[in-house]
């Protein structure tokens, strides 16, 4: 340590390492977060199908990750809802009935209406244009064919509305039950009815930009009930 009148301060090569070793700690701690996100991608696109069992040693090779990060991901996917862990058993992916698919996209529907709702009055100028902004984003990845970036801009929509509402509650409902209808919602998007998903959307931010209440409420808890005749029609 050098000696600076009578304080000791590190010296800029161990100033860099000591940077290198808190950059190198946060890269660590966000791997398990990174890897939680490749499997949801992987369980919305039927990579890993519902029921599936998860094998930690062909996922670590595939991701290119240790098992300890993977384990942290399949902890995180569980507490989301899309993975189940049975003791002595391993980890499956969640498979929820027809049933529980549509009591939770009727749930989904009654949050986001009042989501909507809420944001009618309370989001800014700015949060309503963010939102124009991500569905105008959204359309031209519908116009490529993309269903991942697709399926991103459009979570992404969804879940700014909820932000809007100001309601920390329905926030927390809201990311709770989308997480465990992530799959669920990636799979409506697969079906031949995909256009009619990019015209309730821009439905939905018209009236969002004229404030419109009841018209949001309407198209937010028909777009939920679309949504689940689009699931049932592809064979859920």
Same mark, same amino acid.
């Given at each position: 340590?050098?000696?600076?009148?009578? $304080?000791? +301060?590190?010296?800029? *090569?161990?100033?860099?390492?000591?940077?290198?070793?808190?950059?190198?700690? !946060?890269? @660590?701690?966000?791997?398990?977060?990174?890897?939680?996100?490749?499997?949801? %991608?992987? &369980?919305? $696109? %039927?990579?890993?199908? $519902?029921?599936?069992?998860?094998?930690?040693?062909?996922?670590?090779?595939?991701?290119?990750?240790?098992?300890?990060?993977?384990?942290?991901? &399949?902890?995180?996917?569980?507490?989301?809802?899309?993975?189940?862990?049975?003791?002595?058993?391993?980890?499956?992916?969640?498979?929820?009935?027809?049933?529980?698919?549509?009591?939770?996209?009727?749930?989904?529907? +009654?949050?986001?209406?009042?989501? *909507?709702?809420?944001?009618?009055?309370?989001?800014? %100028?700015?949060?309503?244009?963010?939102?124009?902004?991500?569905?105008?984003?959204?359309?031209?990845?519908?116009?490529?064919?993309?269903?991942?970036?697709?399926? @991103?801009? #459009?979570?992404? !929509?969804?879940?700014?509305?909820?932000?809007?509402?100001?309601?920390?509650?329905?926030?927390?409902?809201?990311?709770?039950? #989308?997480?465990?209808?992530?799959?669920?919602?990636?799979?409506?998007?697969?079906?031949?009815?995909?256009?009619?998903?990019?015209?309730?959307?821009?439905?939905?931010?018209?009236?969002?930009?004229?404030?419109?209440?009841?018209?949001?409420?309407?198209?937010?808890?028909?777009?939920?009930?679309?949504?689940?005749?689009?699931?049932?029609?592809? *064979?859920?």
């Amino acid at each position: 340590m050098a000696s600076v009148q009578g $304080a000791d +301060v590190p010296r800029s *090569g161990s100033t860099t390492a000591g940077s290198a070793a808190q950059a190198q700690r !946060i890269v @660590r701690a966000a791997l398990p977060a990174q890897v939680a996100g490749r499997l949801r %991608d992987m &369980i919305a $696109a %039927d990579e890993l199908s $519902a029921g599936a069992k998860l094998n930690e040693r062909e996922l670590a090779e595939r991701l290119h990750v240790s098992r300890t990060p993977l384990r942290e991901a &399949i902890k995180m996917l569980a507490a989301e809802g899309l993975v189940q862990l049975e003791p002595n058993r391993g980890a499956f992916v969640a498979s929820p009935s027809a049933d529980q698919v549509e009591d939770m996209l009727e749930a989904m529907g +009654v949050l986001e209406a009042s989501c *909507g709702e809420l944001a009618c009055s309370r989001a800014t %100028d700015a949060e309503i244009a963010a939102i124009r902004e991500a569905h105008d984003r959204m359309v031209k990845a519908y116009g490529r064919r993309d269903r991942h970036a697709y399926f @991103r801009l #459009n979570q992404e !929509i969804h879940r700014r509305i909820a932000r809007a509402s100001r309601n920390a509650t329905l926030q927390s409902l809201h990311e709770t039950l #989308n997480a465990r209808l992530y799959r669920v919602r990636f799979m409506s998007n697969r079906t031949d009815r995909w256009n009619s998903a990019v015209e309730e959307h821009e439905a939905i931010a018209r009236a969002l930009e004229k404030r419109d209440v009841r018209t949001v409420r309407r198209l937010l808890r028909d777009h939920l009930t679309q949504t689940w005749k689009k699931v049932k029609a592809y *064979g859920y």
